[in-house]
Nanobody
Framework: QVQLVESGGGLVQAGGSLRLSCASS????????MGWFRQAPGKDRNFVAC????????YYADSVKGRFTISRDNAKNTVDLEMNSLKPEDTALYYC?????????????WGQGTRVTVSS
């Protein structure tokens, strides 16, 4: 079973940047599309971005388009989320998961999450 571990979260001021990373333990990582979601306290888990298995296709939520970049390194079994121009409304627990699409039900093997807090 593939295990996912997120890292890179923290506290940052509005306008700042963070880079999240998701490491996979599975040997089939290069065959799997991956995505990032986020969940703010008391709210639903929402789609952020996804990347195809080869990395040639990416898709972003409108709320992060132009500010966030998803990328992957299949040699290292990692998928990253570069977050720039952060806003307080980006504050959430960020999860990576295996799958493709904008709905949580289209994903499985979720990580434990990494917390991002953006102060105003």
């Amino acid at each position: 079973q593939v295990q996912l571990v997120e890292s890179g979260g923290g506290l940052v001021q509005a306008g700042g940047s963070l880079r999240l990373s998701c490491a996979s333990s599975g040997s089939t990582f290069s065959n799997l599309a991956m995505g990032w979601f986020r969940q703010a306290p008391g709210k639903d888990r929402n789609f952020v971005a996804c990347v195809s298995a080869s990395g040639d296709r990416v898709y972003y939520a409108d709320s992060v388009k132009g500010r966030f970049t998803i990328s992957r390194d299949n040699a290292k079994n990692t998928v990253d989320l570069e977050m720039n121009s952060l806003k307080p409304e980006d504050t959430a627990l960020y999860y990576c998961a295996i799958g493709w699409g904008t709905l949580p039900g289209q994903y499985n093997s979720w990580g434990q999450g990494t917390r991002v807090t953006v102060s105003s």
